[in-house]
C-alpha cells in the first residue's frame, strides 16, 4: 500500500499550483475517495487537506523570500484572494506574509514526505563546512574568543570544538529534552535541576553532570555574543526558548543570535534576537501549557503549536504508533522519524511512547 501512497504524493506535489480534487486523486489512484484519505492518513499520520495546505504554505515562502507580490502568490497557491492566504498564512507561521517578507524570518520547513526511505536522512550531518566558511566570511566576529557557541546536544558539539569550526570561539551542549516532562519557572536554579532529573528518572548527580556542567562556561564567564545552534523542529525549540528564558532572566546584555537549520541537511538561517519576551514566553508555554501572548519566530511559533498538541493524550504520534504497534519497534522507529520530522524526539522519546502504547 505504501507504494500507492508515494503514487498520491507524487500526483499531489505536481498539482500544488492548481486546483484539484480528492475525486480526481482517486481516479488516478483507482481507490475510492473515501479509501484514498483513510490510507493516507493511515501510513503518513497527517489528513490529505492538511499535507496540501502545510505544502502551499511553505512552498510560499520561498516566493515570498523572492520579494513576489502577495496577491500572485496567493493565486498561484489556488486562494481565492489575498486576504485568505493571509489568513491561511497567519494561522500556520504567527505572522503575516508582509512581516515574513519584510523581515526574512526562518520558519519550519514541510517538506514533501517520501515513503520508505532506505537511510537515516533525519540524522544531520554536521561535518559539511561549506556553510561555516560562507558564515566565517561573512560574520568572522562571530570566530573570536569572546563569543559561546550553544550546540543542540553532544554531538553536534563535540563535532564542532573537536574541529574548532567556529574558531577561537567557546563552545557548550545543551544536552536536554525540554519538550517532555515538567520544569520549573526559574531556569537552571536547583528546583529546575530537581524537576527535570525526577521527569528523566535520573539521580540529581547524573543530571547535573549530563546537563549542568558542560554549561559551565555559560555560567562563569562573559561574552559579548552568543550564538545559538538550533534546529528547526519542536525538540530543538524547546531547548532554545528555554535557554532564551535563562539570557533574559539572568540579565545577559551582549548579542544574541540564532542559527537555525532542518535536520536533514546544514543550511544555516540566521537571525539575531532580541530577549525581551522569551521569560514570559517560556512560562506561558513551557511551565503552564498555554498559547504565548507575544509574536514570535514563525520557527518557534509553529514548534510550540506542535508542543502542545503533543501534550494531547490522543495526539498525531499516539494515534499512529496505536495503528501500527504490531510492527517491529525497529521498523515502528524508522517510520516515526520518517514521518513527523518536525516534531524532533530522538529514540528515547519514541520508544517510551511506544512502550506505553504496548
Not at 129 to 138: A, C, F, H, T, Y
Request: aromatic share 14%; hydrophobic share 35%.
Amino acid at each position: 500500500m505504501n507504494e500507492h501512497i508515494q503514487l498520491m504524493i507524487d500526483w499531489i506535489e505536481d498539482k500544488l499550483k492548481n486546483e484539484f480534487s480528492l475525486d480526481e486523486l482517486s481516479h488516478y489512484i483507482g481507490y475510492s475517495p473515501y479509501y484514498c484519505s483513510f490510507k493516507f492518513h493511515q501510513v503518513t499520520g497527517i489528513s490529505i487537506r492538511r499535507y496540501i495546505l502545510l505544502r502551499r504554505l511553505y512552498l510560499s515562502t520561498v516566493d515570498l523570500a523572492k520579494d513576489r507580490k502577495i496577491i500572485d502568490i496567493a493565486f498561484d497557491y489556488d486562494y481565492s484572494s489575498q486576504e485568505a492566504y493571509s489568513r491561511a498564512f497567519k494561522t500556520v507561521f504567527g505572522v503575516n506574509p508582509r512581516e515574513f517578507q519584510v523581515n526574512k524570518m526562518p520558519v519550519q520547513s514541510f517538506v514533501k514526505l517520501t515513503i520508505n526511505k532506505d537511510k537515516e536522512w533525519w540524522r544531520m550531518n554536521i561535518s559539511r563546512k561549506m556553510e561555516v566558511e560562507q558564515l566565517q566570511n561573512e560574520k568572522s566576529e562571530f570566530f573570536d574568543k569572546y563569543v559561546l557557541n550553544i550546540l543542540n546536544g553532544q554531538v553536534m558539539y563535540e563535532e564542532f570544538k573537536d574541529k574548532k569550526l567556529m574558531g577561537d570561539a567557546d563552545y557548550v551542549p545543551f544536552n536536554e529534552a525540554m519538550c517532555v516532562n515538567a520544569t520549573t519557572k526559574h531556569v537552571f536554579n536547583e528546583e529546575f535541576i530537581k524537576t527535570r532529573a525526577s521527569g528523566h528518572h535520573e539521580p540529581v548527580e547524573k543530571y547535573i553532570k549530563k546537563v549542568i556542567n558542560p554549561l559551565d562556561n555559560l555560567f562563569n564567564k562573559e561574552y559579548k555574543c552568543i550564538v545559538l545552534w538550533f534546529g528547526e523542529d519542536m525538540f530543538c525549540q524547546m531547548n532554545l526558548l528555554t535557554l532564551l528564558s535563562y539570557l533574559k532572566q539572568s540579565g545577559y546584555d551582549g548579542k544574541v543570535f540564532l542559527n537555525s537549520f532542518r535536520e536533514d541537511e546544514f543550511k544555516v538561517s540566521q537571525t539575531e534576537l532580541e530577549l525581551g519576551n522569551y521569560y514570559a514566553v517560556y512560562n506561558e508555554v513551557l511551565v503552564n501549557h498555554k498559547k504565548p501572548s507575544n509574536e514570535l519566530l514563525p520557527v518557534m511559533y509553529q514548534a510550540i503549536d506542535i508542543y502542545l498538541d503533543m501534550l494531547k493524550e490522543n495526539n498525531a504520534v499516539v494515534k499512529y504508533i496505536s495503528k501500527n504497534k504490531d510492527l517491529p519497534t525497529s521498523e515502528l522507529m524508522n517510520r516515526l522519524f520518517n514521518l513527523f520530522p518536525t516534531i524532533g524526539y530522538g529514540d528515547s522519546q519514541y520508544i517510551e511512547l511506544i512502550n506505553k502504547m504496548r
